[in-house]
């Protein structure tokens, strides 16, 4: 008999398991949500304190992000007597690992942050204001207008972050296909209507590879390969207050459908929604894609031989194109990359402060933007990495037109959601959702509008 | 027959309904001491990290946690039953599709992945039982499955199911050509297969082990004399192993269910955070409204709404199989 309750014990034991789960999930912010950041009242001397040792968290930038950047800041320790600890924090918990650290106000002193991410931290409220600091490594003036208002919380006073390294999305193509498609890549992907006929030649000449590929909904950042597309055709993904959701206006409706028409029209290889970026990445690196939309890391990976992802076609032949103009004769891009945040607890306001500003001199952006294949943040630098060779002039004017979304720290709830939509969209010009019309379209951006703004209602209170 | 198997032994009943002499309740409550010293830290610790997490998780779900107030957890505005009311009635809530869309899923991956566990792991317990050469070596290569994580089942299926390069589509069109298109098996509806067949796989070494040992311990008397009055293989199958195995079905039953309605690391890896209408699963739906979207309200109020489910199985359960638990 007590077998019997035995067994009904252990099964209410699991059954009790995932209400458990969420309280435990929040815990840690709960505990120390009500701790003072006392911190941050700390010595606010000119000089810096030798021998304090700053926690810096990174993300996997490099190929040994954390040895990388350790040697980067070298010479900052040599100059300051500061020591600097580099910490690596995965792509997969970065978003987790921050939040907590700042609801709980036990964290390092600086961290690294997605440009997406840093309203969403912002408003946790476990971050300094830079703005008093900001005019002494040239405030505004010395970054591109995108890149700078990624510092910003949309409606606050207030500068949150310093750009670190910028990345803007453009178009990856194999000169040789092109080559053998018979088309100019001078004019290959001048406009949307270039782009398709540039798509369809290759189809029709080049059967051995797919023309054109990009990942489904289980990539981070499908969001950014479809709203340059929106962009162009003159929708956008909130009002300019950013109080309601415009991505079921007819021109975003127009930009959705342009992409998902490449699917349809068979020219976009439907078995990449399979895949995550980096995976779509990798097809291209090994030459089963002809062209991609993609960031300027993998130029940067061209000259690693120790690559192998990469197939010697494919190495020897990328060029590099800006994305192709819309129907209002712009070329719209997104712009991306990390800024840097410094926590409200530091211990070391001042030396934190420093280190930022090191990090923020135009030889060490230059650096580690080489080393990460990405571009430094601030315009002078920005300009040398750009003046390099021509693939690297494609991605710099890029940075400076790109365009990101609005400030605010709902907007990674909303690109969630729009993630979702966009995914569903594409699975079903893929053949393998509902039935692929303009209806299916309208009703999922519609529910993504409806999503969105629900969360934009989302208040305090 | 359950009251009584559920009263409390009569070491522990009331003191009251014993005799009256002198020295005897004292003597019995110190060993009641002792029998509760020794329990206490796994009391404790149950209460700890089950019960007072649990409690937690109850109280969150009336709370209104959103990306403003998530970091103030507990003290964070109350909201009485709104998240409840939003997921199960609020019709105009875009949570409240979410989440029958994943009920509706977790159902259909449950009841085949349950069946499909349980069925195998019958058939290949069957098929072992017999005497035959390597038995063992057999039983052993059968067991491998079980000892591979989750997340590498994962890991693995995911590649095995790509369209374009992967082995089951190889197998399938390039190979045997039973099919002419390569089906696209990780979007759209087929992706509650890509999900439901790697969670069998896992789970038959499991289901057959249990079995096995179940047809071991019968005896084999029951089989001969059948076998001599005429009955055939299916007929002894169907009214001596079944009903001999029915114990058995009954716990892998009961733990299979709640195992896949939990199950998470599968669908996780395999579709990403959000494995689409057709996949997503209540703990996915549930860990990315919680942790990706901040709304921990929502989540735990799914939460508890999802164990008041299991509970509920599990009382059906219960009186389902109330005989076949005890031991004759």
């Known amino acids: 008999m007590p077998k019997r309750l035995a067994i009904v014990t252990s099964a209410i034991a699991l059954v009790l398991a995932p209400a458990a789960f969420v309280a435990c999930g929040g815990d840690d912010s709960s505990d120390s949500a009500a701790k003072p950041s006392g911190a941050s009242n700390a010595a606010q001397g000119e000089t810096l304190e030798k021998g304090v040792t700053l926690t810096l968290w990174t993300m996997p930038n490099s190929p040994q992000p954390k040895e990388d950047l350790q040697k980067m800041v070298a010479p900052f320790t040599a100059k300051t007597g500061v020591n600097v600890d580099v910490q690596e924090v995965g792509w997969d918990v970065q978003f987790d690992r921050i939040r907590n650290a700042a609801v709980a106000g036990e964290g390092p002193d600086i961290t690294q942050a997605g440009t997406t991410q840093v309203p969403f931290f912002a408003a946790l409220g476990g971050f300094q204001d830079l703005t008093d600091k900001v005019e002494e490594i040239g405030g505004k003036g010395a970054y591109a207008e995108g890149i700078w208002n990624t510092t910003q919380v949309q409606g606050q006073d207030g500068t949150w972050a310093i750009p670190w390294f910028t990345e803007a999305r453009s178009l990856y193509y194999r000169k040789d296909v092109l080559e053998k498609a018979g088309v100019d890549p001078a004019t290959a992907f001048k406009d949307l209507d270039s782009f398709k006929a540039t798509l369809q030649a290759i189809k029709d000449k080049v059967p051995d590879v797919q023309p054109f590929g990009a990942p489904g909904k289980k990539a981070y950042d499908l969001v950014h390969q479809v709203m340059p597309f929106v962009w162009d055709q003159g929708g956008a993904e909130l009002n300019a207050d950013a109080t309601q959701s415009t991505i079921n206006s007819p021109e975003s409706q127009a930009g959705v459908e342009f992409m998902a028409g490449l699917i349809t029209d068979g020219l976009f290889d439907k078995s990449q929604l399979e895949r995550d970026g980096t995976q779509v990445e990798n097809q291209f690196k090994g030459g089963r894609l002809a062209v991609w939309i993609g960031g300027p890391w993998v130029l940067g990976s061209i000259d690693r031989a120790e690559d192998d992802t990469w197939s010697d076609e494919a190495r020897e032949n990328v060029g590099v194109a800006p994305m192709p103009t819309g129907p209002s004769g712009k070329a719209y891009t997104f712009v991306g990359g990390s800024d840097l945040m410094v926590f409200k607890n530091s211990e070391h306001p001042n030396e934190a402060w420093a280190l930022v500003k090191f990090l923020s001199e135009d030889q060490t952006q230059v650096d580690y933007a080489k080393l990460l294949g990405m571009f430094p943040a601030r315009l002078d630098p920005q300009q040398q990495v750009g003046d390099s060779s021509e693939n690297h002039k494609a991605f710099f004017e890029a940075i400076q037109t790109g365009r990101t979304y609005a400030p605010i720290p709902q907007w990674g709830q909303i690109e969630n959601a729009y993630k979702t939509r966009f995914g569903n969209i594409l699975d079903s010009a893929a053949g393998v959702g509902k039935d692929y019309n303009a209806a299916t379209v309208k009703s999922q951006l519609d529910a993504a509008a409806k999503e969105a703004d629900g969360l934009l209602a989302q208040s305090a209170g | ?328």
């Open chain 2, 1 to 328: 027959m359950a009251q009584t198997t559920l009263q409390p032994p009569p070491e522990a009943r009331p003191a009251r309904s014993l005799p009256l002499r002198a020295g005897r309740p004292r003597r019995r409550r110190r060993r009641n001491w002792f029998a509760y010293g020794l329990i206490a830290p796994a009391l404790a610790f149950m209460v700890l990290v089950h019960l007072i997490p649990t409690a937690g998780g109850v109280v969150l779900s009336f709370k209104r946690l959103n990306t403003f107030t998530f970091a103030r957890l507990f003290d964070a505005p109350w909201a009485g039953l709104e998240n409840y009311r939003g997921i199960l009635f609020d019709t105009a809530n875009p949570l409240h599709s979410g989440f029958f869309g994943a009920v509706q899923n977790t159902a259909v991956y449950t009841f085949w992945t349950v069946g499909g566990t349980l069925a195998g792991g019958l058939a290949i317990a069957l098929l072992l039982n017999r005497p035959m050469r390597g038995q063992r070596l057999v039983r052993t290569l059968m067991l491998a499955p079980w000892i591979v994580p989750s997340f590498v089942v994962a890991v693995l299926w995911q590649f095995m199911w790509q369209s374009d390069v992967g082995i089951i589509n190889k197998v399938l069109v390039d190979y045997t050509h039973l099919l002419s298109e390569r089906p696209i098996w990780l979007l759209g509806e087929n992706s509650m297969w890509a999900i439901v067949i790697p969670s069998i796989w896992r789970g038959l070494p499991f289901a057959m082990i249990f079995f096995l040992a179940g047809l071991q311990a019968m005896p084999p008397e029951l089989h001969e004399a059948a076998a001599i009055d005429g009955a055939g293989p299916l007929r002894r199958f169907r009214y001596i192993t079944l009903p001999l195995l029915r114990p058995l079905i009954a716990v892998q039953l009961l733990f299979c269910v709640i195992y896949a309605t939990y199950q998470f690391a599968i669908p996780y890896i395999m579709l990403g955070s959000n494995p689409g209408p057709d996949a997503d699963l209540m703990m996915t739906l549930i860990v990315r409204q919680s942790f990706s979207n901040n709304l921990f309200g929502f989540g735990a109020a799914a939460s508890v709404l999802l164990t008041l489910a299991m509970c509920v199985w599990v009382a059906v359960w219960y009186r389902a199989f109330k005989r076949d638990l005890e031991v004759k």
